[in-house]
Each structure stands twice: as structure tokens, then as C-alpha cells.
């Protein structure tokens, strides 16, 4: 099992960026693929990008695609989200989230452990 804590949101311009941090608990950190969702108000939660165990595979939404970034720590039990060329349709809380199996999920319902989720909110 393990639990995921994120932390980095915030109020940041259109244009701006962000890095959010996921801080996961346990011994068996480097056995999940990590993720990132968001929900915007109103919304279903959404995939935004998603990591392989090693780190070394990625895979993106679209609307994301060139200015996201996500990234692994394995040793310190860390997932990261850069957040750059921020637009006002970014505003979300955004969650991390851990998938025992190893496919690159894009469906929410596919991870087994969640955040409690940090607010990110853009202002044009």
C-alpha cells in the first residue's frame, strides 16, 4: 500500500509555471506507475500525464503536450509535475495517483491509490 501526499499548487498568471511534488509513503514506491489528474469545476477528473516505474516512459494528455513535464524521484519516494506556459483552462485541482500494474494508464478508474489533491489556479 501507499500513500500519496501533494503539495506546490497555487495562483500563478497565464504564462506562468508551477512545480507540484507528490511525496508517496512505503518501501515499494518504485513499483507503481505514477500519475497526474486533474478536475476542473464541474468536470470529470481528467488524465493528465503518467509515468513508468523506472521513469524512463511518458505519456501525455494533448492539451498538455510540450508544456508539462512529469518526473520520478525513485529514491526519495518523489513524483513531480512541471508545470509550464500556463493557461487559464488549466485552473484544476490536480491529483497524483499510483497504478500497481504497468501500463501507462489514462483512466482514472485504473489507480489504486490517490492524493487528497492540490488546487492550481491560473489567472488570465
Known amino acids: 500500500q501507499v500513500q500519496l501526499g501533494e503539495s506546490g499548487g497555487g495562483l500563478v498568471q497565464a504564462g506562468g509555471s508551477l512545480r507540484l511534488s507528490c511525496a508517496a509513503s512505503?518501501?515499494?514506491?518504485?513499483?507503481?506507475?505514477m500519475g497526474w489528474f486533474r478536475q476542473r469545476p464541474g468536470k470529470e477528473r481528467e488524465f493528465v500525464a503518467t509515468?513508468?516505474?523506472?521513469?524512463?516512459?511518458?505519456r501525455y494528455a494533448d492539451s498538455v503536450k510540450g508544456r508539462f513535464t512529469i518526473s520520478r524521484d525513485n529514491a526519495k519516494n518523489m513524483v513531480y509535475l512541471q508545470m509550464n506556459s500556463l493557461k487559464p483552462e488549466d485552473t484544476a485541482v490536480y491529483y497524483c495517483?499510483?497504478?500497481?500494474?504497468?501500463?501507462?494508464?489514462?483512466?482514472?478508474?485504473?489507480?489504486?491509490?490517490w492524493g487528497q489533491g492540490t488546487q492550481v489556479t491560473v489567472s488570465s
Open positions: 495517483a499510483a497504478d500497481r500494474t504497468v501500463l501507462l494508464d489514462t483512466n482514472p478508474a485504473a489507480y489504486d491509490y
Open positions: 512505503g518501501r515499494t514506491f518504485g513499483n507503481y506507475v
Open positions: 509515468l513508468s516505474r523506472s521513469g524512463v516512459s511518458t
